[in-house]
């Protein structure tokens, strides 16, 4: 079983920065697709980020030119480099990892408990 532990939320003022930090249990993680999600309330989950096994990255489009998802296999760590932050970027935030063993057709889907991350105006 995997497990995803994430820190580095907080409470930071508007056009601040926090980093994120997704620490994987496990000797697998550089076969992981990371993802970072969130939630705020009242409404659904949303994609923010994505790297993947070999590197390639993915955001949303609310975050893009302000995030910066990254990795280090070597330390079994995902991270979310969050600058310019907004009011509206207020949510828990979760790491995700998904993992499809070679020849397999099965994918798991691992989560953490989130990471609340708050904007102040």
């Known amino acids: 079983q995997v497990q995803l532990v994430e820190s580095g939320g907080g409470l930071v003022q508007a056009g601040g920065s926090l980093r994120l930090s997704c620490a994987a249990s496990g000797s697998i993680f550089s076969s992981f697709d990371m993802s970072w999600y969130r939630q705020a309330p009242g409404k659904q989950r949303e994609l923010v980020a994505t790297?993947?096994?070999?590197?390639?990255?993915n955001y949303g489009d609310s975050v893009k030119g302000r995030f910066t998802i990254s990795r280090d296999n070597a330390k079994n760590t995902a991270y979310l480099q969050m600058n310019k932050l907004k009011p509206e970027d207020t949510a828990v935030y979760y790491c995700?990892?998904?993992?499809?063993?070679?020849?397999?057709?099965?994918?798991?889907?691992?989560w953490g408990q989130g990471t609340q991350v708050t904007v102040s105006s």
């Open positions: 995700n990892a998904d993992y499809r063993p070679q020849f397999s057709t099965i994918t798991y889907y691992y």
């Open positions: 790297i993947t096994n070999s590197g390639s990255t």
